[in-house]
């Protein structure tokens, strides 16, 4: 009977066996196979591709929550884990170090868990067309070729998927950088095999691909700079606008508020141009990364501030408006004057 129930159910199929063995009936045996036997054979495949899936993946959060970090020099770990008193200075280079680091950590945990998903996937999904009754031989030995043939025929999937490789491994950028990608600008939320998502200031989400990347202008790496361009009217002296500006920034530098943010001693430039509104004065502060628009709103607003206080002019656009004196001989059967030709002049 064991014999017979292995010739008429395949290897493995235990529904079928089982099944047969009950009722001696081929047919019985070969629906139950069908019907039962073969659903929880291929829904069993699928959950130990989830679980395997959901286990490479955490083993890769290990990995990344390690980089973050177990290797970071013992000085930039306790500053990323905020182990540092209240009292102590933080060097603002270990504190943009060990972000960098945090950034390229996730941004290279993102690329492997879509590489573990595309392979478990692919294993998986072979399995299952094996347990249907496919010949999956021909399919395993002609890979190489299949390959070579996708490799021609899908050239701007594999130009995206290496494009995407090279950014991450030189360090282009990551996840949480501010970049300028040409077709879109934003902040880096999540780098795949083949797209970039940005999200931009207005909370538009742009998915860029990779291979259409032809340049990258990262704001979020090592330092940043605030650059300010001041103008002040024609009749100001300009040496007392240029110690003005420096007590502002250098005030700014010395705010504990600010400590940390702006990493080097402000430097005011001098004059940037001569417009036609008024002088330009050029005002830099070098600061962390991601703070270099804060830091130039706080000086804007310290400026307006401070100019008002020492009766400093800041030029606009005055508008002023005249009309020609209308003829004197102008009588009540003649035609009203003309007043297409009012005037208008714009002056500083």
């Given at each position: 009977?064991?014999?017979?129930?292995?010739?008429?159910?395949?290897?493995?199929?235990?529904v079928?066996?089982?099944?047969?063995?009950?009722?001696?009936?081929?047919?019985?045996?070969g629906?139950?196979?069908?019907?039962?036997g073969?659903?929880?054979t291929?829904?069993?495949?699928l959950?130990?591709g989830?679980?395997?899936?959901w286990?490479?993946?955490?083993l890769?959060?290990?990995?990344?929550?390690?980089?973050?970090?177990?290797?970071?020099?013992?000085?930039?770990?306790?500053?990323?884990?905020?182990?540092l008193?209240?009292?102590?200075?933080?060097?603002?280079?270990?504190?943009?170090?060990?972000?960098?680091?945090?950034q390229?950590?996730?941004?290279?945990?993102?690329?492997?868990?879509?590489?573990?998903?595309?392979?478990?996937?692919?294993?998986?999904?072979?399995?299952?067309?094996?347990?249907?009754?496919?010949?999956?031989?021909?399919?395993?030995?002609?890979?190489?070729?299949?390959?070579?043939?996708?490799?021609?025929?899908?050239?701007?999937l594999?130009?995206?998927?290496?494009?995407?490789?090279?950014?991450?491994?030189?360090?282009?950028?990551?996840?949480?950088d501010?970049?300028?990608?040409?077709?879109?600008?934003?902040?880096?939320?999540?780098?795949s095999?083949?797209?970039?998502?940005v999200?931009?200031?207005?909370?538009t989400?742009?998915?860029?691909?990779?291979?259409?990347?032809m340049?990258?202008?990262?704001?979020s790496?090592?330092?940043?700079?605030?650059?300010?361009?001041?103008?002040?009217?024609?009749?100001?002296?300009?040496?007392?606008?240029?110690?003005?500006?420096?007590?502002?920034?250098?005030?700014?530098?010395?705010?504990?508020?600010?400590?940390?943010r702006?990493?080097?001693?402000?430097?005011?430039?001098?004059?940037?141009?001569?417009?036609?509104?008024?002088?330009?004065?050029?005002?830099?502060?070098?600061?962390?990364?991601?703070?270099?628009?804060?830091?130039?709103?706080?000086?804007?607003?310290?400026?307006?501030?401070?100019?008002?206080?020492?009766?400093?002019?800041?030029p606009?656009?005055?508008?002023?408006?005249?009309?020609?004196?209308?003829?004197?001989?102008?009588?009540?059967?003649?035609?009203?004057?003309?007043?297409?030709?009012?005037?208008?002049?714009?002056?500083?």
């Open positions: 009977m064991f014999h017979f129930a292995e010739s008429t159910c395949a290897e493995g199929e235990a079928c066996e089982w099944v047969f063995d009950q009722t001696q009936s081929t047919t019985t045996a629906i139950a196979n069908f019907f039962i073969l659903p929880l291929l829904l069993g495949l959950i130990l989830l679980v395997i899936r286990v490479l993946h955490r890769v959060d290990r990995i990344v929550k390690r980089a973050e970090t177990g290797m970071l020099p013992s000085r930039v770990q306790r500053l990323s884990l905020g182990s008193g209240p009292g102590k200075m933080r060097s603002p280079q270990e504190m943009a170090t060990a972000t960098r680091r945090v390229r950590a996730k941004t290279m945990g993102s690329l492997l868990k879509s590489i573990v998903t595309g392979i478990v996937a692919a294993i998986v999904a072979t399995m299952m067309l094996s347990e249907i009754g496919v010949n999956i031989g021909p399919i395993i030995a002609s890979a190489g070729i299949l390959g070579l043939a996708l490799g021609f025929g899908a050239q701007s594999v130009s995206d998927f290496l494009s995407g490789v090279f950014m991450i491994v030189e360090d282009q950028y990551g996840v949480g501010e970049v300028d990608l040409g077709d879109a600008i934003g902040t880096v939320e999540a780098v095999l083949r797209v970039t998502r999200r931009d200031i207005n909370g989400v742009w998915y860029v691909r990779n291979g259409n990347i340049r990258v202008g990262n704001m790496q090592n330092w940043a700079r605030t650059v300010l361009d001041i103008s002040v009217a024609y009749h100001e002296d300009l040496n007392h606008v240029r110690r003005v500006l420096e007590d502002v920034a250098h005030d700014v530098w010395e705010d504990e508020d600010f400590k940390g702006v990493i080097e001693e402000p430097s005011v430039w001098g004059v940037q141009d001569l417009g036609m509104d008024g002088v330009v004065v050029r005002v830099a502060l070098k600061t962390a990364p991601l703070e270099q628009w804060a830091i130039a709103r706080e000086m804007r607003a310290r400026i307006k501030a401070r100019f008002d206080h020492e009766g400093i002019e800041i606009y656009q005055q508008r002023v408006v005249w009309h020609r004196d209308a003829p004197d001989n102008v009588t009540a059967t003649e035609p009203a004057p003309d007043r297409s030709d009012e005037t208008e002049d714009t002056r500083a």
